[in-house]
């Protein structure tokens, strides 16, 4: 036993350093801790500010595609489309948070029950109403912006559009210039006859060539 006690406790420096490595180890994750439940608030802040973000986004839009709802059915009848409604729906949350992009765009017409999709859509009537989209997001979107254009430009408008058609768009972008006080130009394969357009230049194919008249 003396001898024993002369060579001490060979576990007695062991048992120190294991001390010394807990306390260590105790203050460390007291410093984790901290770090985590910091980030932990991080997170949430940042969750919250994501989430308001997005819901200031689609309230943005929707409350765009109303205004551009309106302007788009007001301008139906103008193309001879009475008794017709157009329709936009945008990205939805679903129910587990995630958004579910995309533009939807339906029409009723009096022939239909049931709305049809935009692209369903061809020939003349199809023409009218994307150049009715088309002028109603202009509309809209320059009118959001505070910028008021001075002219526009169209290419081929009455694509497909029988003559009553064509009629009907002349009529309609004649009072638009007006209104507007904007000088409108566009450029078409089928004459349309009118008094309404300010002067017009018509290209015109002979077997001797091309020739340029103004009127």
Wanted: hydrophobic share 40%; proline share 3%; glycine share 6%.
């Amino acid at each position: 036993i003396a001898e024993i006690d002369a060579a001490g406790n060979m576990y007695r420096e062991t048992y120190h350093e294991v001390r010394k490595r807990l306390k260590a180890n105790r203050e460390d994750l007291s410093t984790l801790t901290e770090q985590r439940n910091k980030r932990q608030h991080t997170l949430e802040r940042t969750k919250y500010w994501v989430r308001g973000f997005k819901e200031i986004r689609l309230a943005q839009i929707t409350e765009t595609l109303e205004e551009l709802e309106i302007v788009t059915n007001a301008m139906l009848p103008a193309f001879g489309l009475h008794g017709w409604s157009v329709l936009y729906d945008i990205e939805k949350e679903t129910k587990k948070g995630s958004v579910k992009p995309g533009l939807t765009v339906t029409v009723l017409s009096p022939s239909n029950k049931a709305a049809v999709k935009w692209q369903s859509w061809s020939g003349g009537e199809g023409q009218r109403l994307m150049l009715i989209g088309a002028l109603a997001l202009s509309d809209v979107l320059l009118g959001r912006a505070g910028i008021r254009p001075g002219c526009e430009i169209l290419d081929e408008p009455t694509y497909f559009m029988t003559t009553q058609g064509s009629r009907d768009v002349v009529v309609y972008l004649a009072e638009r210039a007006r209104l507007l006080d904007r000088a409108i130009w566009y450029t078409d394969h089928l004459v349309v006859p009118s008094s309404l357009f300010a002067s017009t230049v018509s290209v015109i194919k002979t077997k001797d060539g091309s020739r340029i008249e103004e009127d």
